[in-house]
């Protein structure tokens, strides 16, 4: 490797690629075509964008079943670690933007409905499986609520376009049912902050995807890839499906939860699998729940956000479902001479969605959740036995601290990924783009420098390729859940095609 005549990854060289193939137009992909077309250094690079595709809906992008596509989506400063609390802070800025109909906030794309976050001061039971390295003291919900308090409230001292006065905190239940305006209640301590909310991730996603179309610059392929092309050590484009082959001097792998199946991701990655469930309402009970916050329990992931078009959305941000599936064709492996096409590829977590299995439905523990979370958030008794409309399973590409996983990777070279959203990255789309450029020029932001490269890995024994755990303080549930075997288990059934 060290006498390959183009630049080592690991050196801090870079020369500009004069064709660039991004995989996948979630937001992590999306968002760094539209960032590299506005970048003077990129002008005379090529850049296509490839999305799988089905034959229902052609050419989509994102396909239907991308974690970057549904009704809502949270925007949230409320981080413990104040880094990304200051990046959701620079994305607002571009979410607020709703004066004119074609800006991003405009048309309901943002809503600021505020955002009740509480927590529980009981510890969550300790991990089954630990992680690689050994455990660090593990964050608890409370924890997180507590330093994301004391982090929007130093973010709010300084800034007139999110003032402190609008954060309040709330010491006990009847505080916490007070803010949530729906006779209900949940946690035990919490806070409001009325300068978060939520985006209709659906309408954003299309209006980016507008913006870039508009820019010209940007080839769009429907296809899927099936795997990634290499001479010795380069990574030299993606082969798809059909047998089409996509070349490209820089390959950028932003393929959410599916990433594992086309690079090796042992012990950086997993895909989680997280359940949602939609309740139809009436004209009436949408206007008796208008002014309600979005609520998260960080106890135990739950949230409920507020309903738009007569449609009411419960989800759980939690350690979610494993899919271990053998992939047809072997993900790139780490290092360039331990490729070996005649072994059989270890089972990898890749996402099962109702897009690809239209039987699917969500595991019973998963709907009975959801359950909970509504009769305690909305203890109505006329939604208490009110049947889901529609449920789905969504996939996070979760790392061990949820830190994203944005970097060249350290043995191959010409390759790049941006993944590792660990189910919070669509509140960035506005801003995420041009850092994610900034780390493809070899100027990761000082900030997220450690926090996003590849994880050195000494030895991920064999078979431990999906004991990646979430351990961040936000996250309810029990770790290492197998789906297969969670919908094996009796209990209500829920179809969870759309
Ligand atoms: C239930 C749920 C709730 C969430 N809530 C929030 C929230 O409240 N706030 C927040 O900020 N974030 C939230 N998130 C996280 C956020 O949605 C994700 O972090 C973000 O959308 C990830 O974007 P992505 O580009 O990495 O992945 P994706 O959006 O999944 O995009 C990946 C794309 O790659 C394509 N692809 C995959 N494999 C291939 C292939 N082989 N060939 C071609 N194309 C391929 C896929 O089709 C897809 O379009 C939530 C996520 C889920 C699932
Ligand atoms: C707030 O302003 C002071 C003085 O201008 C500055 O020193 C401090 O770093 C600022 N804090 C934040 C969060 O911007
Ligand atoms: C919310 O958190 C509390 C702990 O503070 C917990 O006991 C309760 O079960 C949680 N409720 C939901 C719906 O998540």
């Known amino acids: 490797m060290g006498s390959a005549p183009s630049p080592h990854p690991s050196s801090p060289t870079f020369s500009v690629p004069s064709s660039i193939l991004i995989i996948g137009s979630g937001v992590f992909g999306l968002s760094t075509a539209l960032a590299l077309t506005r970048r003077d250094a990129f002008a005379q690079s090529a850049i296509t964008i490839v999305d799988r595709s089905d034959s229902s809906q052609p050419g989509a992008f994102p396909a239907p079943d991308a974690a970057s596509v549904d009704s809502s989506r949270i925007i949230r400063a409320d981080y413990a670690d104040p880094a990304y609390t200051a990046l959701c802070n620079e994305a607002q800025v571009e979410w607020r933007k709703q004066d004119n109909p074609t800006d991003l906030g405009a048309q ?30 593990k964050m608890t919900g409370m924890d997180y609520a507590r330093g994301s308090w004391a982090n929007v409230q130093f973010l709010a001292s300084n800034d007139s376009s999110s003032p402190a006065a609008r954060i309040s905190e709330l010491p006990n239940p009847d505080a916490i049912r007070d803010a949530l305006g729906t006779g209900g209640s949940s946690g035990s301590w919490g806070y409001i902050n009325a300068n978060s909310g939520w985006a209709n991730a659906g309408a954003a996603m299309a209006w980016y995807l507008d913006k870039v179309r508009q820019t010209g610059r940007v080839e769009f392929v429907a296809g899927t890839v099936a795997s990634l092309e290499h001479s010795d050590t380069t990574v030299t484009g993606a082969k798809l499906s059909d047998g089409r082959v996509l070349s490209a001097d820089l390959v950028v792998v932003a393929a959410g939860a599916w990433t594992g199946g086309l690079v090796d991701l042992a012990g950086q990655a997993v895909a989680t699998g997280q359940v949602l469930g939609y309740l139809d309402i009436t004209e009436t009970e949408q206007e008796a729940l208008s002014a309600m916050p979005v609520i998260l329990n960080l106890s135990t992931g739950l949230f409920v956000i507020p309903p738009v078009d007569r449609v009411l959305k419960v989800a759980r941000h ?20 331990s490729a070996s096409p005649s072994h059989p590829a270890d089972p990898v ?6 897009l690809t299995t239209p039987s699917l439905q969500i595991p019973a523990d998963g709907a009975a959740d959801l359950r909970r979370a509504l009769s305690e958030m909305i203890p109505w008794p006329s939604l208490a036995n009110r049947p889901f409309s529609k449920t789905r399973l969504c996939w996070y590409s979760d790392t061990a601290n949820a830190d994203f996983l944005i970097d060249y990777h350290p043995h191959w070279q010409n390759l790049f990924v941006a993944t590792g959203d660990s189910g919070h990255a669509f509140k960035f789309l506005p801003v995420i783009g041009d850092k994610i450029t900034d780390c493809i020029a070899r100027a990761c932001p000082p900030q997220f ?30 770790p290492g859940l197998v789906l297969a075997e969670e919908l094996a288990k009796a209990g209500e059934v829920v179809p969870a095609t759309e």
């Open 108 to 137: 309901g794309r943002y809503h600021e409905s505020g955002l009740l976050l509480v927590g529980d001061a009981v510890p969550p039971a300790p991990v089954a499986a630990p992680a690689e390295g050994g455990l660090k003291p």
């Open 318 to 337: 939690a350690y979610g479902y494993i899919n271990p599936t053998r992939p047809t064709h072997p993900p790139l492996p780490l290092h360039p001479h």
């Open 349 to 354: 977590s890749l996402p099962l969605t109702h």
């Open 449 to 478: 420098r450690g926090k996003w490269d590849w994880r050195v890995r000494e030895k991920t024994p064999a078979g431990l390729g999906m004991a990646v755990v979430t351990e961040d303080g936000s996250r309810g549930g029990t």
